[in-house]
């Protein structure tokens, strides 16, 4: 588990080093979660329901 509930910045490399061991957690089969990181990096289901999506 990845907790990121109290970060207050993300930049590229930790967030590629949080997408690798979420994969590898899912190639082994390993229950793994990341906390909070909707409190740094905003997430939504899908374009369509993102507020600020503009298609051009």
Known sequence: MADL???TYC??????????AYREALA???PYAILGLDRV???HPGLART?????S
Do not use: G, Q
């Open 41 to 43: 990096l905003p997430l």
């Open 5 to 7: 509930t109290e970060t």
């Open 28 to 30: 082994r089969k390993i």
């Open 11 to 20: 930049n590229s490399p930790v967030f590629s080093v949080l997408v690798e």
């Open 51 to 55: 507020p600020a999506a503009r298609v």
